[in-house]
């Protein structure tokens, strides 16, 4: 008799101010993060700084929670938690000790795979990657394209059946920093493409040797939140209105409206739709602010300085919808 698995409920995401231990001595506390160079140190496997400065004061902290308890622990590198069937993991590896952008990529994604697969949790979902001087070289040289040769190399065939969804974005910290985390689970999620974007992974040759392995979104295993993917002004496989901030804003959001749609998912976002944003140039700042507080309103963002992985791009939005 086939036993009906366990609905897993999406973590909550939310975005506060407070302390990390605080949010890290509450019930079903998955991952806790914070951002910039002020951000606090906690010694805590399930706490993670991030190296993207906020434009918020003071700068909030994104916590992660399941209705389930929580183990946490290190191996080697990673850190990681668990509960209720959901698998957080993260690695910061230093560059120059494993020769460059993409060995170092290669030997994240082979280390968290090892632990994946050594884990019974599979189903990787989500994905994010943070590089250093991500633009840094010219055409084949970019760092970024390095970054792609390595993921995919560290990738193998384990995403054989479909890439998990992901943000790459480049921080300003320590630039031979690579960090990378994961959100995965017991269950498989299911995929999501933009009809209105060429999917990564069948990108042209001009855009790098190796494609971007990565998915546009994904609907949670218990179907009740999707995860979306970075989302710039990509249209085809083409980066839209260069060095037009509006337009690019204007773009993105027909991206992420168009994702919700192909998700099956109503429009618009909420006051439950936490959503990160980078932006390339601090002095865009203010300007995304008004622009989201005006086309959001409600909606949980966090204004973040990073560099897209197209020179030409400007904003990137990621974040989650519940349903
Ligand atoms: C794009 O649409 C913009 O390499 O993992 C967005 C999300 C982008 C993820 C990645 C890259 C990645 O192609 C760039």
Not at 19 to 40: I, N, Q, R, Y
Not at 59 to 71: G, H, K, S, T, Y
Not at 233 to 244: K, L, N
Not at 263 to 281: E, M
């Amino acid at each position: 008799m086939q036993i009906d698995p366990l609905p897993r409920r999406a973590p909550r995401v939310s975005y506060r101010t407070g302390t990390a231990a605080g949010a890290l001595a509450e019930a079903g506390t998955l991952a806790v993060f914070g951002f910039g160079s002020g951000s606090p140190a906690a010694d805590d496997p399930r706490y993670v700084r991030v190296a993207l400065e906020s434009f918020d004061a003071p700068v909030p902290m994104e916590v992660w929670q399941v209705d389930a308890p929580v183990n946490c622990g290190t191996d080697g590198a990673l850190q990681w938690s668990a509960g209720g069937g959901w698998l957080f993991a993260a690695i910061d590896l230093d560059e120059r000790e494993h020769g460059g952008p993409s060995a170092t990529a290669r030997l994240a994604y082979e280390q968290l795979h090892r632990f994946v697969t050594a884990h019974d949790m599979q189903h990787v979902l989500r994905i994010w990657n943070y590089l250093g001087a991500i633009n840094r070289g010219e055409g084949d040289a970019e760092r970024y394209k390095h970054f792609c040769d390595g993921r995919a190399a560290g990738m193998g065939d384990f995403f054989a059946e479909g890439f998990p969804a992901a943000t790459a974005i480049g921080h300003h910290g320590d630039e031979h920093g690579l960090q990378v985390y994961l959100l995965a689970c017991d269950q498989p999620g299911q995929r999501v493409e933009n009809p209105r974007q060429v999917s990564a992974w069948r990108y042209p040759r001009q855009y790098g040797r190796t494609p971007p392995s990565f998915a546009r979104a994904m609907n949670l295993p218990g179907r009740d939140a999707l995860a979306i993917s970075g989302t710039a002004a990509v249209v085809g496989h083409a980066s839209a209105h260069h060095d037009d901030l509006d337009a690019q804003l204007e773009e993105t959001f027909i991206n992420l409206e168009t994702l919700l749609a192909s998700a099956g998912l109503a429009a618009g976002f909420d006051t439950h739709s936490p959503l990160k944003t980078y932006v390339r140039h601090a002095a865009d700042a203010p300007r995304v602010r008004d622009f989201l507080r005006h086309r959001l309103p409600g909606v949980p963002v966090l204004l973040l300085h990073g560099d897209i992985c197209r020179s030409e791009l400007l904003v990137e939005i990621d974040g989650w919808r519940y349903v």
